[in-house]
């Protein structure tokens, strides 16, 4: 999956059909480099999309041909700090943190004002965003002009994502005596805390909207809400981090990965199949997504602890899709599965995050 671009490294989402994306990039960085002990490869890697860093953005997306990198994505560059952060915690590499920093920096603060499409933070410290016809999040599926899930406002992961990079950003200023960034990024992101616990509870369901734009809220109960317990940096008091991955449990594991929406939705789709309009119907509605092992089993050491017994159970939710990297693409692990049993392999046969997030979790959770 590593490759090169020009003198730089990045990472192909997928084979054979997927260019190399600043989302996947940034997921599959951990897994594929720094657990793996390929640290310089990390860096060129992280060093290759901070040189298209514009308006405080990282592509989403390299064109083949070399056409200009596109930026339609609110989330690519919040990846792109907590891979930052990721890196700096295995590698402590003090010379290049204080070379990126400055990037980092401008980054949020073009957050913070706006940038393209809408992407401005509001008063009450939630990330807003979206543009006609055009989906930022990873949840991206469209049929020709119809929007499949439509998330234009606050996203909850875009929320969970934007209060990781407060934290990071606040606790790389300390470390190089930029006292006031830190402290504006801890006002911040204090702020954002309060306002998702606020806002987001659904307690018709005991977990998170998935999106809250103005009075309207979405309570589709979707994997996207693990991002507030999984990642490095966390809002929700353990009470609610508790009841958000039991309703996870119930509604969306499987033994491959997570569904995207929850089986008793009427929007659900039990099966990734037919035409190309039915399938981008059914990519973000039920499919399963290998790659969300890697938050969900995080998330469940988060709440309950790191301890043997947990480390055997994440161990054991993994020996399904160990056991299919000998069965469709060998050594490989999909892009995406079948939302219902006997969950059929689907999409991509060798995809980037899905290896690199199964990689994660065994170096860190499961050691042989």
């Known amino acids: 999956f590593i490759a090169k671009r020009g003198s730089g490294s990045t990472i192909i989402g997928g084979y054979p059909w997927f260019t190399d994306w600043g989302r996947d990039t940034m997921i599959s960085l951990p897994g594929l480099t720094l657990l793996t002990g390929n640290h310089e490869i990390a860096r060129e890697i992280l060093l290759t999309f901070a040189n298209s860093l514009s308006e405080g953005m990282v592509p989403n997306r390299f064109p083949d041909r070399g056409e200009a990198p596109e930026y339609n994505t609110v989330d690519a560059t919040l990846w792109f700090i907590e891979a930052v952060r990721a890196y700096f915690d295995q590698t402590h590499d003090r010379p290049f943190l204080q070379q990126i920093y400055p990037q980092l920096l401008d980054s949020i603060h073009a957050h913070m004002r706006g940038t393209r499409y809408n992407i401005r933070m509001l008063d009450n410290g939630l990330l807003s965003s979206g543009a006609p016809g055009v989906q930022l999040t990873w949840m991206d599926a469209k049929v020709g002009d119809f929007v499949v899930t439509p998330r234009t406002g606050c996203p909850v992961e875009i929320q969970a994502l934007w209060y990781n990079a407060l934290q990071s950003i606040a606790q790389f200023a300390e470390l190089l005596d930029d006292s006031p960034s830190s402290q504006h990024c801890k006002a911040v992101s204090g702020t954002l805390r309060s306002t998702l616990n606020d806002l987001f509870w659904n307690e018709a369901t005991n977990c998170l909207y998935d999106v809250v734009d103005g009075d309207n809220r979405d309570g589709s109960i979707r994997p996207n809400q693990l991002l507030a317990i999984s990642l490095q940096h966390s809002m929700l008091p353990l009470d609610r981090a508790r009841a958000v991955l039991g309703v ?121």
Do not use: K, M
């Open 248 to 368: 996870a449990t119930r509604e969306l594991l499987t033994p491959f990965g997570l569904r995207t929406l929850s089986p008793s939705d009427p929007n659900y789709h039990p099966h990734y199949e037919g035409a190309p309009a039915e399938r981008d119907a059914a990519y973000h509605q039920g499919t399963v997504w290998p790659w969300l092992l890697g938050p969900y089993c995080s998330a469940f050491i988060r709440v309950n602890g790191d301890t043997p017994e947990n480390r055997r159970h994440v161990r054991e939710l993994l020996t399904q899709i160990e056991t299919h990297v000998r069965d469709a693409g060998v050594g490989q692990v999909p892009e995406i599965f079948d939302g219902d049993p006997p969950h059929h392999p689907r999409g991509c046969p060798a995809q980037a995050w899905s290896v690199a997030e199964v990689l994660r979790i065994l170096h860190q959770y499961a050691p042989s």
